[in-house]
Protein backbone atom coordinates (compact mmCIF):
# COMPACT_ATOMS: atom_id res chain seq x y z
CA UNK A 1 0.00 0.00 0.00
CA UNK A 2 1.58 2.96 -1.21
CA UNK A 3 2.03 6.10 1.20
CA UNK A 4 -0.85 8.07 -0.54
CA UNK A 5 -3.33 5.58 0.37
CA UNK A 6 -2.32 5.13 4.08
CA UNK A 7 -2.63 9.00 4.21
CA UNK A 8 -5.94 9.43 2.46
CA UNK A 9 -7.56 6.20 5.02
CA UNK A 10 -6.36 8.75 7.60
CA UNK A 11 -7.59 11.49 6.63
CA UNK A 12 -11.45 9.42 6.00
CA UNK A 13 -11.04 8.69 9.34
CA UNK A 14 -10.63 11.79 10.99
CA UNK A 15 -12.95 13.74 8.86
CA UNK A 16 -15.43 10.63 10.02
CA UNK A 17 -14.45 10.80 13.74
CA UNK A 18 -15.08 14.98 13.35
CA UNK A 19 -18.37 14.72 11.79
CA UNK A 20 -19.77 12.81 14.69
CA UNK A 21 -18.39 14.93 17.02
CA UNK A 22 -19.74 18.15 15.39
CA UNK A 23 -23.51 15.97 15.08
CA UNK A 24 -23.41 16.21 18.65
CA UNK A 25 -25.50 14.02 21.22
CA UNK A 26 -26.83 10.65 19.53
CA UNK A 27 -30.60 9.98 19.94
CA UNK A 28 -29.98 7.18 22.53
CA UNK A 29 -27.20 9.64 24.60
CA UNK A 30 -30.40 12.16 24.95
CA UNK A 31 -32.85 9.51 25.57
CA UNK A 32 -30.76 8.33 28.71
CA UNK A 33 -29.92 12.09 29.96
CA UNK A 34 -33.56 12.77 29.97
CA UNK A 35 -34.43 9.28 31.92
CA UNK A 36 -31.69 10.04 34.45
CA UNK A 37 -32.59 13.74 34.92
CA UNK A 38 -36.67 12.39 35.49
CA UNK A 39 -35.21 9.75 37.98
CA UNK A 40 -33.42 12.64 39.69
CA UNK A 41 -36.32 15.22 40.03
CA UNK A 42 -38.11 12.37 41.16
CA UNK A 43 -36.28 11.18 43.79
CA UNK A 44 -36.06 14.87 45.05
CA UNK A 45 -39.76 15.50 45.22
CA UNK A 46 -40.18 12.48 47.27
CA UNK A 47 -37.74 13.52 49.14
CA UNK A 48 -39.03 17.32 48.92
CA UNK A 49 -43.15 16.31 50.11
CA UNK A 50 -42.79 15.69 53.47
CA UNK A 51 -41.44 19.37 53.93
CA UNK A 52 -43.72 20.76 51.54
CA UNK A 53 -46.88 19.38 53.78
CA UNK A 54 -45.44 20.83 56.66
CA UNK A 55 -45.18 24.82 55.34
CA UNK A 56 -48.79 24.61 53.96
CA UNK A 57 -50.05 23.14 57.43
CA UNK A 58 -47.66 25.98 59.02
CA UNK A 59 -49.19 28.67 56.66
CA UNK A 60 -52.93 27.51 57.39
CA UNK A 61 -52.27 27.56 61.11
CA UNK A 62 -50.30 31.06 61.19
CA UNK A 63 -52.67 32.35 58.96
CA UNK A 64 -55.53 31.30 61.05
CA UNK A 65 -53.92 32.74 64.42
CA UNK A 66 -52.88 35.65 62.51
CA UNK A 67 -56.22 36.32 61.21
CA UNK A 68 -58.24 35.91 64.74
CA UNK A 69 -55.41 37.72 66.91
CA UNK A 70 -55.24 40.85 64.80
CA UNK A 71 -58.98 41.02 64.30
CA UNK A 72 -59.08 40.65 68.05
CA UNK A 73 -56.88 43.92 68.09
CA UNK A 74 -59.00 45.35 65.67
CA UNK A 75 -61.40 45.50 68.12
CA UNK A 76 -60.18 46.78 71.24
CA UNK A 77 -58.26 50.06 68.97
CA UNK A 78 -60.92 50.71 67.29
CA UNK A 79 -63.45 49.97 69.94
CA UNK A 80 -65.70 48.26 67.62
CA UNK A 81 -67.10 44.61 66.90
CA UNK A 82 -65.52 42.48 64.53
CA UNK A 83 -66.57 39.08 63.25
CA UNK A 84 -64.18 36.17 62.19
CA UNK A 85 -66.10 33.45 60.08
CA UNK A 86 -64.71 30.09 58.79
CA UNK A 87 -66.23 28.53 55.93
CA UNK A 88 -68.69 31.36 55.47
CA UNK A 89 -71.20 30.15 53.37
CA UNK A 90 -70.63 31.66 49.37
CA UNK A 91 -67.03 30.90 49.67
CA UNK A 92 -64.79 28.22 48.83
CA UNK A 93 -63.63 25.70 51.47
CA UNK A 94 -60.57 26.71 53.26
CA UNK A 95 -61.88 30.63 53.81
CA UNK A 96 -61.82 33.20 56.78
CA UNK A 97 -63.73 35.95 56.45
CA UNK A 98 -63.33 39.08 58.55
CA UNK A 99 -66.71 41.60 58.67
CA UNK A 100 -66.87 44.80 60.71
CA UNK A 101 -70.05 45.75 62.50
CA UNK A 102 -70.37 49.19 62.67
CA UNK A 103 -71.73 51.65 65.30
CA UNK A 104 -75.76 52.02 65.30
CA UNK A 105 -77.64 54.42 64.37
CA UNK A 106 -80.91 55.49 65.64
CA UNK A 107 -80.70 52.21 67.50
CA UNK A 108 -80.18 50.30 64.30
CA UNK A 109 -77.36 48.22 63.53
CA UNK A 110 -75.60 48.66 59.89
CA UNK A 111 -75.40 45.70 57.60
CA UNK A 112 -71.82 44.15 58.29
CA UNK A 113 -69.31 45.15 56.00
CA UNK A 114 -66.46 42.64 54.44
CA UNK A 115 -63.14 44.05 55.86
CA UNK A 116 -60.81 41.09 54.35
CA UNK A 117 -60.72 37.61 53.56
CA UNK A 118 -58.03 35.03 54.04
CA UNK A 119 -57.43 31.47 52.00
CA UNK A 120 -55.56 28.42 53.63
CA UNK A 121 -53.39 26.02 51.55
CA UNK A 122 -55.87 23.60 49.87
CA UNK A 123 -54.52 20.00 51.25
CA UNK A 124 -55.09 21.29 54.20
CA UNK A 125 -59.30 21.80 55.73
CA UNK A 126 -61.08 22.75 58.54
CA UNK A 127 -61.80 18.93 59.66
CA UNK A 128 -61.49 16.27 62.21
CA UNK A 129 -59.50 12.58 61.92
CA UNK A 130 -60.36 9.75 63.81
CA UNK A 131 -58.26 9.24 66.37
CA UNK A 132 -58.53 12.56 68.09
CA UNK A 133 -58.15 12.85 71.75
CA UNK A 134 -61.21 12.50 74.03
CA UNK A 135 -59.16 15.27 76.08
CA UNK A 136 -59.38 18.55 74.23
CA UNK A 137 -58.11 21.54 73.99
CA UNK A 138 -59.31 23.87 76.67
CA UNK A 139 -61.92 21.43 77.15
CA UNK A 140 -63.39 22.55 74.55
CA UNK A 141 -65.64 20.73 72.52
CA UNK A 142 -65.63 16.31 72.07
CA UNK A 143 -63.04 16.58 68.99
CA UNK A 144 -65.47 15.60 66.50
CA UNK A 145 -66.42 19.05 65.24
CA UNK A 146 -64.34 20.43 63.10
CA UNK A 147 -65.36 24.60 63.60
CA UNK A 148 -67.34 24.31 67.23
CA UNK A 149 -67.65 27.91 68.80
CA UNK A 150 -70.52 29.20 71.11
CA UNK A 151 -69.45 26.55 73.72
CA UNK A 152 -72.55 25.24 76.17
CA UNK A 153 -74.96 27.81 74.45
CA UNK A 154 -77.90 27.34 72.33
CA UNK A 155 -76.24 28.30 68.83
CA UNK A 156 -73.91 25.53 69.10
CA UNK A 157 -71.53 24.91 66.66
CA UNK A 158 -71.09 28.56 65.62
CA UNK A 159 -68.47 28.88 62.82
CA UNK A 160 -67.81 32.39 63.71
CA UNK A 161 -66.36 34.82 67.02
CA UNK A 162 -67.17 38.23 67.46
CA UNK A 163 -64.95 40.28 69.49
CA UNK A 164 -66.12 43.08 71.17
CA UNK A 165 -64.12 46.11 72.15
CA UNK A 166 -63.50 44.94 75.36
CA UNK A 167 -61.19 42.18 73.51
CA UNK A 168 -63.84 39.34 74.66
CA UNK A 169 -65.19 37.12 72.33
CA UNK A 170 -69.35 36.93 72.30
CA UNK A 171 -71.97 35.26 69.87
CA UNK A 172 -74.51 37.94 68.43
CA UNK A 173 -76.69 37.47 71.36
CA UNK A 174 -74.37 38.31 73.60
CA UNK A 175 -73.07 34.95 75.20
CA UNK A 176 -69.94 34.83 75.63
CA UNK A 177 -68.34 32.79 72.79
CA UNK A 178 -65.92 30.01 73.85
CA UNK A 179 -64.93 27.56 70.90
CA UNK A 180 -62.19 25.79 69.03
CA UNK A 181 -61.28 25.11 65.70
CA UNK A 182 -59.14 21.84 64.26
CA UNK A 183 -56.88 22.01 61.59
CA UNK A 184 -55.76 18.59 59.41
CA UNK A 185 -54.09 17.94 56.26
CA UNK A 186 -55.36 15.52 53.42
CA UNK A 187 -53.96 11.91 53.33
CA UNK A 188 -51.71 13.53 56.32
CA UNK A 189 -51.44 11.72 59.53
CA UNK A 190 -53.00 13.01 62.56
CA UNK A 191 -49.91 13.96 63.94
CA UNK A 192 -49.62 16.92 61.62
CA UNK A 193 -52.94 18.20 62.87
CA UNK A 194 -53.23 21.42 64.88
CA UNK A 195 -55.97 23.77 66.69
CA UNK A 196 -56.77 27.02 68.11
CA UNK A 197 -59.29 27.96 71.18
CA UNK A 198 -60.82 30.66 72.08
CA UNK A 199 -61.89 31.56 75.17
CA UNK A 200 -64.67 34.03 75.24
CA UNK A 201 -64.39 36.04 78.86
CA UNK A 202 -61.29 37.81 77.92
CA UNK A 203 -61.05 36.84 74.07
CA UNK A 204 -57.75 34.60 75.10
CA UNK A 205 -56.40 32.76 72.09
CA UNK A 206 -54.39 29.61 71.90
CA UNK A 207 -52.13 27.51 69.75
CA UNK A 208 -52.15 23.77 70.08
CA UNK A 209 -50.49 20.87 68.33
CA UNK A 210 -51.10 17.20 68.40
CA UNK A 211 -48.24 14.97 70.14
CA UNK A 212 -47.35 11.87 71.15
CA UNK A 213 -45.91 11.77 74.49
CA UNK A 214 -45.61 8.00 75.88
CA UNK A 215 -47.16 6.80 72.40
CA UNK A 216 -50.67 8.92 73.49
CA UNK A 217 -51.84 11.55 71.42
CA UNK A 218 -51.61 14.58 73.43
CA UNK A 219 -53.03 17.64 72.64
CA UNK A 220 -49.61 20.53 73.41
CA UNK A 221 -50.08 24.01 73.93
CA UNK A 222 -47.84 26.20 71.31
Known amino acids: MSNTT????????????????????????????????????????IAMKPLISQSHMNSAYSTTLMALRNTRNLAITQSN?????????????GTIQIEFQ??????I??????VITYSIPSDVTFA??????????????SGITAIDFDQ???????????FMP????????????NGII??????????TSRAITVWGATGRIRGWRLTQPGGVATWTQQ
Open 102 to 107: GPAVGG
Open 6 to 45: RRDGASHRKELMASRKNSGYSLLEMVITLSIALIMAGVTF
Open 81 to 93: EYYVYFNPAGFPA
Open 182 to 191: YLTQTGGGIY
Open 109 to 114: APPLQQ
Open 166 to 177: DGSSQDNLGAYN
Open 152 to 162: GQAQEPLNYVV
Open 128 to 141: VQAGFPASTPDGFG
